[in-house]
């Protein structure tokens, strides 16, 4: 299967306003579908995610006869340089004590969020949007100072699932503006990172 790969070690996850790189909107209202503003996640050093589902094959008259292959989302990591205390509170159910210290607590809530992307760099400037995202506890390495400078990282876990809108499994959406844009595709890219834009089907 293939494998979403998003990571450079320049440009290709970069935030430098929230119009550009990896923000996330939470949290998902499950019965509307709606999702608060998107914020930036400063830091964004690579994303790679994986495909998840199976293939079926049946097979009669000496051969293949049906092949049906599932669709179960994603999974993932998203490595950053460090989380901001806000996004840990909304997307881990990580807490701030009287007295300004953050604390992970034990059974606190994950929260899903949509996952919103720009790879910079891009010839078309395609804008990515994952629509049911769950990160878990990173993994971390500290290392004491030797020769030359090392940065450490933060690596997220990431869980993506498909949501049903309108009797349709989404699991993502991508967007470019098109040769001839329509009034839909230019607003739809130019607001792209100020509201999750869901899609919008005929009848």
């Known amino acids: 299967m293939a494998k979403d790969e998003y990571e450079d ?5 970069d935030i430098t306003e929230a119009t550009t790189g990896v923000t996330h909107g939470t949290p998902i209202d499950t019965e509307t579908i709606s999702f608060a503003t998107p914020k930036p996640v400063p830091g964004t050093v690579s994303l790679n995610i994986e495909p ?6 049946f097979y009669a008259d000496n051969g293949p006869y049906y092949s049906v292959t599932t669709n179960n989302g994603y999974t993932g990591e998203m490595e950053i340089a460090i989380m901001p205390d806000e996004q840990l509170i909304d997307l881990l159910g990580n807490e701030v004590d009287n007295n300004g210290m953050l604390v992970e607590v034990a059974d606190g809530k994950q929260k899903a969020f949509a996952l919103l992307i720009q790879v910079d760099g891009n010839v078309k400037n395609r ?69 999750v834009q869901l899609p919008v089907f005929g009848e």
Do not use: D
């Open 9 to 13: 070690a320049t440009l290709a996850i």
């Open 52 to 57: 998840e589902g199976e293939e079926f094959n």
């Open 127 to 195: 804008r990515t949007v994952y629509y049911n995202c769950k990160v878990s506890r990173p993994s971390t390495e500290n290392t004491t100072t030797e020769e030359g400078i090392e940065v450490a990282t933060e690596t997220y876990p990431l869980v993506i699932q498909p949501i049903e809108l309108n009797g349709k499994k989404i699991t993502k959406g991508r967007v470019e503006l098109l040769n001839t844009p329509s009034a839909g595709n230019t607003a739809m890219y130019n607001n792209f990172f100020t509201v």
